[in-house]
């Protein structure tokens, strides 16, 4: 599936089910837009489009990397079952030009009070070489806006990272303020890497 494959089901997943849904829109900007302890690109702008309903849920998000743009697409379905959460999910990361190639995974979490652990299993086309396949995992916990996340990667990917942070709204607008350590396998440059990054968004209700 190419970009404008993806980016038109993602559209038609949001439009054929937008009646009776949730449907949000969001705009945000990073000092330093790293994913998951993995640096992308400086002073990066991003936007998305979301809806859900009963649970299921489906969206577009995209940003602009240092060649081209970054065009996620994802759909999946969350509950709760008592105190425990859950959800299980699909996520495809496409771009305009070559700063990557796609990966495509499924995505399952659960969390429990102010815990929570995602994993994702997928595969890295890798520009018509090899195809990789890696597993990535957080732990992260939560409360009253401050955060903490420690993650990494297995299979063909190897690396690991540890972020703290804190976020809040003023004036309906998102802040945050995260601090991140990620090793020598992710920082690309063959010694650990730090970053402050700062985030400023907003979210509107498109219903």
């Known amino acids: 599936m190419n970009t404008s494959q993806s980016a038109l089901v993602a559209l038609t997943l949001l439009t054929s089910t937008a009646a ?3 449907v949000s829109a969001n705009l945000g900007f990073a000092s330093d837009y790293y994913y998951r302890g ?3 690109a400086q002073s990066s ?3 998305g489009l979301d809806y859900e309903k009963n649970g299921f849920y489906a969206g577009t998000w995209s940003a602009n990397v240092k060649d081209g743009l970054e065009i996620d697409g994802y759909f999946g379905y969350g509950g709760e079952v008592g105190d425990f959460g859950y959800s299980v999910g699909y996520t ?3 771009y305009t030009g070559d700063f990557d190639d796609t990966y495509q995974e499924i995505n399952l979490g659960g969390t429990f009070g102010v815990f929570s652990l995602d994993v994702a299993v997928g595969g ?3 520009f018509g070489g ?3 396949d890696y597993t990535y995992y957080v732990l992260s916990a939560e409360k009253n806006g401050f955060f903490g996340k420690y993650a990494g990667f297995s299979q063909d990917f190897s690396g690991e990272y540890f972020e703290v942070g804190y976020n809040t709204t003023v004036a309906e607008i998102d802040l945050g ?3 991140l350590f990620n090793d020598k396998e992710l920082s690309g440059d063959g ?5 402050l990054i700062l985030t400023i968004g907003k979210s509107f209700d498109l219903n």
């Open 124 to 126: 890295y086309d890798n």
């Open 20 to 22: 009776n849904a949730d």
């Open 130 to 132: 090899p195809k990789l």
């Open 92 to 94: 495809g990361y496409f």
């Open 45 to 47: 702008a991003n936007a």
């Open 38 to 40: 993995i640096f992308q």
């Open 177 to 179: 303020l995260t601090i």
């Open 191 to 195: 010694q650990s890497d730090q970053a």
